[in-house]
């Protein structure tokens, strides 16, 4: 379910593995995974991802081994899938502490959310500033109106931003 998500997003997917090529190309068909690389050493998985971020690729990396460390460091982002704590989970971004790889798509989900409402706070408060302020700075507007305004400017942004808590608490109870 997470490659076909990705893929409707437009996102490549590659399995860089260790593993023998036999098994590797078999789960990548399984999956539907685009391009794959078995008998991969560390130093392997990471000239693939140097060569992925020549090519200009923002490169995400999903790692649960200390085998993944070189490569996640170097990755745009990078996901460790923590069954204990490892030198993977210290470096990277992100540390899953659960098994099930979905949850990768609910964060991807979050993260967008999150992004577009903090473009949104951000227009709020450029055109309110952009606006009050003059309006106070020539008079037309008293100072204590201002100082009224811009509490409630900054009550929008909050309040707009506790809609993330909603969301995650939608996204949790699996709606």
Same mark, same amino acid.
């Given at each position: 379910?997470? %490659?076909?998500?990705?893929?409707? =997003?437009?996102?490549?997917?590659?399995?860089?593995?260790? +593993?023998?090529?036999?098994?590797? =190309?078999?789960?990548?068909?399984?999956?539907?995974?685009?391009?794959?690389?078995?008998?991969?050493?560390?130093?392997? /998985? /990471?000239?693939?991802? =140097?060569?992925?971020?020549?090519?200009?690729?923002?490169? @995400? !990396? %999903?790692? +649960?081994?200390?085998? +993944?460390?070189?490569?996640?460091?170097?990755?745009?982002?990078?996901?460790?899938?923590?069954?204990?704590?490892? %030198?993977?989970?210290?470096?990277? +971004?992100?540390?899953?502490?659960? #098994?099930?790889? =979905? @949850?990768?798509?609910?964060?991807?989900?979050?993260? #967008?959310?999150? #992004?577009? %409402?903090?473009?949104?706070?951000?227009?709020?408060?450029?055109?309110?500033?952009?606006? @009050?302020?003059?309006?106070?700075?020539?008079?037309?507007?008293?100072?204590?109106?201002?100082?009224?305004? !811009?509490?409630?400017?900054?009550?929008?942004?909050?309040?707009?931003?506790?809609?993330?808590?909603?969301? @995650?608490?939608?996204? /949790?109870?699996? /709606?």
């Amino acid at each position: 379910a997470l %490659i076909d998500y990705l893929h409707r =997003e437009g996102i490549r997917t590659s399995l860089l593995s260790g +593993d023998r090529l036999q098994l590797v =190309e078999h789960v990548a068909q399984q999956l539907g995974i685009e391009t794959a690389h078995a008998e991969c050493r560390p130093a392997q /998985k /990471k000239a693939v991802l =140097e060569q992925l971020i020549a090519h200009g690729d923002i490169v @995400a !990396m %999903i790692g +649960d081994g200390i085998n +993944d460390a070189p490569a996640l460091n170097l990755a745009h982002l990078s996901i460790a899938i923590a069954r204990d704590i490892n %030198i993977t989970s210290v470096n990277a +971004d992100m540390v899953m502490t659960t #098994r099930h790889v =979905e @949850a990768i798509e609910t964060a991807i989900v979050q993260a #967008r959310r999150s #992004r577009r %409402i903090s473009q949104q706070n951000v227009v709020w408060a450029v055109l309110y500033n952009f606006t @009050a302020i003059p309006l106070a700075l020539v008079g037309l507007v008293p100072p204590w109106l201002a100082a009224i305004g !811009m509490s409630l400017s900054s009550v929008v942004v909050v309040l707009n931003s506790s809609r993330l808590l909603r969301l @995650a608490e939608t996204t /949790k109870n699996g /709606k």
